[in-house]
């Protein structure tokens, strides 16, 4: 595949405020039952903290008139602040339950949809971007889901409970508390108008270290063998100063906001004793109520103090769900599971694995087609090879064939139906693209067959092996021998063979290769193209860069510059005397 400079990355849509909102709304609504239970309890709590206050002043109260009994009072406090300990407990217990459920699910879902996006999307969106969101920003909505929106949850009930405390006790004594309100209502306001639009910029800065940091790391050969080290260092330098920026800029924003929100939490207190002594001195409250009310206020620091805590935090876990969320976009678009698409059950499915490309053009930027106007149509079971020089566009239009790319016009059908129309899971399931990338997982050799098909038998995985000629180091091996990370490494040769081995137990519709058996011999090559020719039932699409594979297919079609210039059998065009005649003639010197 030729791969000039990649194309500009498209980083992964990010959730509106909106849809993480809705989000949020249809979460509490689908938990309404243990979130009611666990605010309910919270209440309680915060109900039993209350009374002491009251009882302490009746008590002064009453120690000013020399008419109180104190020790009834006393033990009627020390069984309010048992009671709400012990509800408390029980209160916390809830909320950290459903916190857990919470979080579980959005990591099943998470992982669903990152699971679910499609191979392009997540090549133009580079490394950095999904190993950040499914590592960093997961992290940090843990964190918020566990802590910081129970913890918000309380402390907002708390707050609310003890003004209205504060009213019953004497609606006057609201006033001195209302001091804070337009101090704390004019800093957040302008602290959230900033705060997202930060922590988003702060998550896509650190994604994009991650990213050059990766590929400098995996290239790290490369780099070395042209003596790029001081450009990737330069590189890594402009992304190190870019993700300081971006937490500076978030840093220089709390530490205005929390100053400012710490001095007007305090006003209160002060302004509650100071206005609440007057009006006792006034007649106008009772010596009880001021007393009460000044330890309501006092009491509501901590709860207060705790949610401007949390509602920075809160912030930085909505950036990182907007960012999770938006990779369920980025899937529901490219899927067609958006507002406007077609029901899963009224999906057509494709009656069989014919493929017809029809008047397909493509670009991976604008101005430099590809693919130039493709007309072709593929027969079911039909092995065909296409070739071409270097850059012809053979690889892009396998990757439009499997589906892996969409084209710009024109449209890719597999049994009728356009590829566009077909369910992600239908579409990996009847079309496989095949190239040198494969991948090992840490288990067993038998496990790493077994998760093409299940079910196979020990039989079925020999007759896969035998087919990619690797039955002979297999057996020596053993079928439970561990590979892997770790353990026995495989040579490329002997990964791709069970890669291919993996195919032979798919056995799917339609299989596109596209320089699968490049790490094998020549020779080896050949016998292993031949046998998957042989056990394969479905349509066969081999982008050939050796030219035996164009001899063995039943058909080829010759690609120059994005177009098809010939297309027949092997010894057709070798009669017609033409481009695949003159690329023949070169390939045998
Ligand atoms: N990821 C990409 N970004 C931008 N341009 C690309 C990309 N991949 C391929 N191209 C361009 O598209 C054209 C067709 O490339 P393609 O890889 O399909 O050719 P090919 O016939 O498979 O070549 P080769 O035999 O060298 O693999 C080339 O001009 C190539 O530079």
Same mark, same amino acid.
């Given at each position: 595949?030729?791969?000039?400079?990649?194309?500009?990355?498209?980083?992964?849509? =990010?959730?509106?405020?909106?849809?993480?909102?809705?989000?949020?709304?249809?979460?509490?609504?689908?938990?309404?039952?243990?979130?009611?239970?666990?605010?309910?309890?919270?209440? *309680?709590?915060?109900?039993? @903290?209350?009374?002491?206050? &009251?009882?302490?002043?009746?008590?002064?109260?009453?120690?000013?008139?020399?008419?109180?009994?104190?020790?009834?009072?006393?033990? @009627?406090?020390?069984?309010?602040?048992?009671?709400?300990?012990?509800?408390?407990?029980?209160?916390?217990?809830?909320?950290?339950?459903?916190?857990?459920?919470?979080?579980?699910?959005?990591?099943?879902?998470?992982?669903?949809?990152?699971?679910?996006?499609?191979?392009?999307? =997540?090549?133009?969106?580079?490394?950095?971007? #999904?190993?950040?969101?499914?590592?960093?920003?997961?992290?940090?909505?843990? !964190?918020?889901?566990?802590?910081?929106?129970?913890?918000?949850?309380?402390?907002?009930?708390?707050?609310?409970?003890?003004?209205?405390?504060?009213?019953?006790?004497?609606?006057?004594?609201?006033?001195?508390?209302?001091?804070?309100?337009?101090?704390?209502?004019?800093?957040?306001?302008?602290?959230?108008?900033?705060?997202?639009?930060?922590?988003?910029?702060?998550?896509?800065?650190?994604?994009?270290?991650?990213?050059?940091?990766?590929?400098?790391?995996?290239?790290?050969?490369? =780099?070395?063998?042209?003596?790029?080290?001081?450009?990737?260092?330069?590189?890594?330098?402009?992304?190190?100063?870019?993700?300081?920026?971006?937490?500076?800029?978030?840093?220089?924003?709390?530490?205005?906001? #929390?100053?400012?929100?710490?001095?007007?939490?305090?006003?209160?207190?002060?302004?509650?004793?100071?206005?609440?002594?007057?009006?006792?001195?006034?007649?106008?409250?009772?010596?009880?109520? @001021? %007393?009460?009310?000044?330890?309501?206020?006092?009491?509501?620091?901590?709860?207060?103090?705790?949610?401007?805590?949390?509602?920075?935090?809160?912030?930085?876990?909505? @950036?990182?769900?907007?960012?999770?969320?938006?990779? &369920?976009?980025?899937?529901?678009?490219?899927?067609?599971?958006?507002?406007?698409?077609?029901?899963?059950?009224?999906?057509?499915?494709?009656?069989?694995?014919?493929?017809?490309?029809?008047?397909?053009? !493509?670009?991976?930027?604008?101005?430099?087609?590809?693919?130039?106007?493709?007309?072709?149509?593929?027969?079911?079971?039909?092995?065909?090879?296409?070739?071409?020089?270097?850059?012809?566009?053979?690889?892009?239009?396998?990757?439009?064939?499997?589906?892996?790319?969409?084209?710009?016009?024109?449209?890719?059908?597999?049994?009728?139906?356009?590829?566009?129309? #077909?369910?992600?899971?239908?579409?990996?399931?009847?079309?496989?693209?095949?190239?040198?990338?494969?991948?090992?997982?840490?288990?067993?050799?038998?496990?790493?067959?077994?998760?093409?098909?299940?079910?196979?038998?020990?039989?079925?995985?020999?007759?896969? *092996?035998?087919?990619?000629?690797?039955?002979?180091?297999?057996?020596? #091996?053993?079928?439970?021998?561990?590979?892997?990370?770790?353990? %026995?490494?495989?040579?490329?040769?002997?990964?791709?063979?069970?890669?291919?081995?993996?195919?032979?137990?798919?056995?799917?519709?339609?299989?596109?290769?596209?320089?699968?058996?490049?790490?094998?011999?020549?020779?080896?090559?050949?016998?292993?193209?031949?046998? *998957?020719?042989?056990?394969?039932?479905?349509?066969?699409?081999?982008?050939?860069?050796?030219?035996?594979?164009?001899?063995?297919?039943?058909?080829? =079609?010759?690609?120059?510059?994005?177009?098809?210039?010939?297309?027949?059998?092997?010894?057709? *065009?070798?009669?017609?005397?033409?481009?695949?005649? &003159?690329?023949?003639?070169?390939?045998?010197?």
């Amino acid at each position: 595949m030729t791969n000039t400079a990649a194309p500009p990355a498209e980083p992964l849509p =990010v959730a509106s405020p909106k849809e993480v909102r809705a989000h949020a709304r249809r979460t509490m609504l689908r938990h309404r039952g243990p979130l009611a239970r666990s605010l309910a309890l919270h209440a *309680l709590a915060c109900i039993s @903290a209350l009374i002491a206050p &009251q009882l302490l002043g009746r008590i002064v109260e009453g120690a000013a008139h020399g008419t109180v009994k104190v020790a009834p009072v006393a033990l @009627a406090i020390c069984v309010a602040v048992v009671l709400q300990a012990v509800l408390t407990r029980f209160a916390r217990l809830a909320s950290l339950r459903l916190g857990e459920t919470v979080l579980a699910e959005m990591r099943e879902e998470f992982v669903d949809r990152v699971l679910s996006l499609p191979t392009h999307t =997540v090549e133009r969106a580079g490394t950095g971007e #999904l190993v950040t969101r499914t590592t960093r920003d997961v992290e940090v909505l843990a !964190f918020t889901v566990q802590r910081a929106v129970p913890d918000t949850l309380v402390a907002g009930t708390t707050v609310a409970l003890t003004i209205g405390a504060i009213c019953l006790t004497d609606p006057l004594l609201v006033l001195p508390c209302l001091i804070a309100v337009p101090v704390l209502w004019l800093s957040t306001r302008w602290y959230l108008r900033r705060a997202r639009a930060g922590y988003l910029r702060s998550s896509s800065s650190y994604a994009q270290l991650t990213d050059h940091l990766s590929e400098t790391v995996a290239g790290a050969r490369t =780099v070395e063998a042209l003596g790029l080290q001081e450009r990737r260092r330069r590189r890594t330098n402009t992304d190190i100063s870019a993700s300081h920026r971006a937490e500076l800029h978030t840093l220089n924003l709390r530490s205005v906001y #929390l100053p400012i929100a710490d001095t007007a939490y305090m006003l209160p207190v002060a302004a509650t004793l100071v206005i609440g002594g007057w009006m006792y001195i006034e007649g106008l409250v009772t010596l009880a109520a @001021a %007393t009460a009310a000044t330890l309501y206020v006092q009491q509501v620091i901590g709860p207060v103090d705790t949610l401007l805590f949390w509602m920075d935090e809160i912030q930085v876990g909505g @950036a990182s769900m907007a960012r999770i969320l938006g990779v &369920q976009t980025a899937a529901a678009v490219v899927h067609g599971s958006g507002k406007n698409s077609i029901d899963k059950t009224q999906r057509p499915a494709p009656h069989d694995g014919e493929i017809e490309v029809r008047g397909v053009h !493509f670009a991976y930027r604008k101005q430099q087609a590809s693919l130039r106007g493709i007309d072709l149509r593929i027969r079911p079971g039909e092995r065909l090879a296409v070739v071409g020089p270097s850059g012809a566009g053979k690889s892009t239009l396998g990757r439009l064939v499997a589906g892996i790319d969409n084209p710009g016009s024109g449209s890719v059908a597999l049994g009728g139906v356009p590829l566009s129309e #077909l369910s992600s899971d239908a579409l990996r399931r009847d079309v496989i693209l095949v190239t040198q990338e494969y991948h090992l997982f840490r288990g067993t050799l038998a496990d790493n067959l077994l998760i093409a098909r299940p079910d196979a038998e020990p039989a079925d995985l020999e007759r896969a *092996l035998r087919a990619v000629a690797a039955w002979e180091w297999a057996s020596a #091996l053993g079928l439970s021998h561990e590979i892997g990370s770790g353990a %026995t490494e495989l040579t490329p040769a002997q990964a791709q063979q069970v890669a291919l081995a993996r195919l032979v137990l798919l056995n799917p519709p339609v299989v596109v290769f596209d320089e699968a058996t490049a790490l094998l011999d020549p020779q080896t090559a050949r016998t292993v193209e031949r046998a *998957l020719a042989q056990l394969l039932s479905g349509t066969v699409v081999s982008i050939a860069h050796r030219l035996q594979t164009a001899h063995d297919a039943d058909r080829v =079609v010759v690609l120059e510059d994005g177009r098809i210039v010939e297309s027949g059998p092997h010894r057709e *065009l070798i009669d017609r005397d033409g481009s695949y005649a &003159q690329l023949w003639k070169s390939w045998h010197g």
